[in-house]
């Protein structure tokens, strides 16, 4: 059974910094496009940045040039650097297999505020 476990939320100031993580198990990521996504209060869940097996990434126009996804196979682990925080980033951020979704897991709350 595949698990997501997403970690490394909080309540940061508009500018700071996070890196979110997350763990899989069950399915070894090194093979299979990952992706992060969020989920504003009231607002459709949205694909924030992708990264596939040989390792291209692509963004959401809201967070190229912030964001940055990382995987670190040994870990079974992707994460997602973010950088010079907005309030507007402010959601439930997930991770999945974009192209084999699985059961989303808990979700890690991002919030942005001063």
């Known amino acids: 059974q595949v698990q997501l476990v997403e970690s490394g939320g909080g309540l940061v100031q508009p500018g700071g910094s996070l890196r979110l993580s997350c763990e899989a198990s069950g399915r070894t990521v090194s093979v299979y496009a990952m992706g992060w996504y969020r989920q504003a209060p009231g607002k459709q869940r949205e694909s924030v940045a992708t990264v596939t097996s040989n390792g291209r990434t692509n963004y959401a126009d809201s967070v190229k040039g912030r964001f940055t996804i990382s995987r670190d196979n040994a870990k079974n682990t992707v994460y997602l650097q973010m950088n010079s925080l907005k309030p507007e980033d402010t959601a439930v951020y997930y991770c999945?297999?974009?192209?084999?979704?699985?059961?989303w897991g808990q979700g890690t709350q991002v919030t942005v505020s001063s």
């Open positions: 999945n297999f974009p192209n084999n979704p699985t059961r």
